[in-house]
């Protein structure tokens, strides 16, 4: 696969479930950001990571916990979510960051929360 | 704290069209803004970037123009056609900030 992907593309989930997100990119990149898309809001940055460090933590609640184990993979662990927090969710790479000028976005995650 | 409104939300035009898509932000100090793409079920493409020292930018149909003292920037698409046809966004970068604030797009359908 080339480019940024993600999975699951679609999920469901309870309040009391623990789900993660995962992201890859395979571009060879060095920075990964979590976005949100929400009906309600416009899109929001949530996380940067810059060579497997977090740089940007955008007042993001602790039920969403990001992780980065290495530059390639970006998951995004979710708990005791609630139903406003049922959005799209984007990943997206830079060749590095935190750049905003040349990220590669992926297909994202909708997640709904009951 | 920037705000950034686009307008107008939603637009249907006829193939051949020139289109304007307006972005207006509240905070003129800014480090660049940038127009980005989204189809649906798919993430953002990023179509022009103008750094603030910049006036206009151009890449094959699009123009992107920033008066950063009025706090605007717009979109052209000259000779619109059905593959345009997707939700544009605008994203604004302060600086001093790596986060950026977006608008809340503008759905332009293009029909043949």
């Known amino acids: 696969e080339t480019g940024v992907t993600q999975t699951p593309r679609h999920l469901v989930m309870g309040m009391t479930n623990k789900k993660s997100l995962k992201c890859e990119q395979h571009?060879?990149?060095?920075?990964m950001y979590w976005y949100k898309q929400s009906a309600k809001k416009p899109l929001e940055l949530m996380f940067v990571y810059n060579f497997k460090e977090q740089t940007e933590n955008n007042s993001v609640p602790s039920r969403f916990s990001p992780e980065c184990p290495n530059s390639s993979h970006l998951f995004l662990h979710l708990h005791t979510l609630q139903p406003e927090d049922s959005a799209l969710y984007l990943c997206a790479s830079s060749p590095r960051g935190p750049s905003y000028n040349e990220q590669f976005f992926g297909p994202g995650t909708r997640l709904t929360v009951l | 704290k920037q705000e950034v409104t686009q307008i107008p939300a939603a637009l249907s035009v006829p193939e051949g069209e020139n289109l304007v898509l307006n972005c207006s932000f509240t905070d003129s100090a800014i480090y660049n803004l940038q127009w980005f793409r989204q189809d649906p079920g798919k993430g953002l493409t990023s179509l022009l970037l103008?750094?603030?020292?910049?006036r206009e930018q151009t890449s094959g149909r699009l123009n992107a123009s920033l008066d950063k003292s009025s706090g605007r920037s717009t979109l052209y698409i000259a000779a619109s056609q059905p593959g345009d046809s997707a939700t544009y966004l605008c994203a604004v970068r302060p600086g001093g900030s790596y986060i950026p604030t977006f608008g809340r797009g503008t759905s332009l359908i293009v029909h043949p």
């Open positions: 103008i750094q603030s020292s910049q």
């Open positions: 571009l060879g990149h060095n920075a």
